[in-house]
């Protein structure tokens, strides 16, 4: 089964420092993994996937992203914050394994970012 | 091209009404997606269209009928809802369901139900 784990539920940072946002997944089969951003009442923007190329990602507006099968982890990183970055921020594993090709979100961290 | 276009970006209906929401993408993907998302939680499957044939559908209730005229557009009928299904509705799509892969989101409908 899969499913996602998001440590934080909220994270709050300061412009110009480091984000990390954290997320577990539990898979059964290779998976692949990808992080969304949705800016309030706006749809889903993928920033990154995962599809057991390079286990590190990197994604658009500065954000990549390290998989490490060993953790079972996919955490999402950016050197220097943007107040354009506060949004929220879903992990999410698809169902590779089967023929549904589901996604699983993780809840969700929402990201503040502080002047 | 990445975009998934849907209209309207608001609606507002009555308990009685009957409404559609609308989602085109021209990516020449072959599998579209409703979802439904409440504030501050991630977005729930509602229905799977793959090759203009729907292949899943959530236990989603009768109110919501989605339609896939051709393979760009996909529908959801709306009638008699509640106002607990005011929430945004978002469309997706991706190449194949098949074999997962990356989906891409439209902007969303925000809709309520009075």
């Known amino acids: 089964a899969q499913s996602v784990t998001q440590l934080d539920s909220h994270v709050s940072v300061s412009e110009g420092t480091p984000v990390l946002l954290r997320c577990n997944y539990s898979?059964?089969?290779?998976?692949?993994l990808f992080w969304y951003v949705q800016h309030p009442n706006k749809g889903l923007q993928l920033l990154l996937k995962y599809t057991s190329a390079a286990t590190l990602v990197k994604g658009i507006n500065g954000f990549e992203a390290e998989f490490k099968k060993s953790e079972t982890s996919f955490h999402l990183t950016k050197p220097s914050a943007h107040m354009s970055d506060a949004a929220e921020y879903f992990c999410?594993?698809?169902?590779?394994?089967?023929?549904?090709?589901?996604?699983?979100f993780g809840r969700g961290t929402q990201l503040t970012v502080w002047p | 091209d990445t975009e998934v276009t849907q209209t309207p970006k608001h609606l507002v209906m009555g308990m009685t009404n009957k409404k559609s929401l609308k989602c085109e993408q021209h990516?020449?993907?072959?599998?579209m997606y409703w979802y439904k998302q409440k504030a501050k939680k991630p977005p729930e499957l509602m229905f799977v269209y793959s090759y203009e044939k729907l292949s899943i559908n959530e236990s989603v209730p009768s109110r919501f009928s989605p339609e896939c005229p051709n393979s760009s557009l996909l529908n959801l009928h709306l009638h008699a809802l509640q106002p607990e299904d005011s929430a945004l509705y978002l469309c997706?799509?991706?190449?194949?369901?098949?074999?997962?892969?990356?989906?891409?989101f439209g902007p969303g409908t925000r809709l309520t139900v009075l």
């Open positions: 997706a799509s991706s190449q194949d369901r098949a074999e997962p892969d990356t989906q891409y």
């Open positions: 990516m020449g993907h072959r599998a």
């Open positions: 999410v594993v698809s169902d590779r394994g089967s023929t549904l090709g589901r996604l699983y």
């Open positions: 898979s059964s089969y290779s998976p692949s």
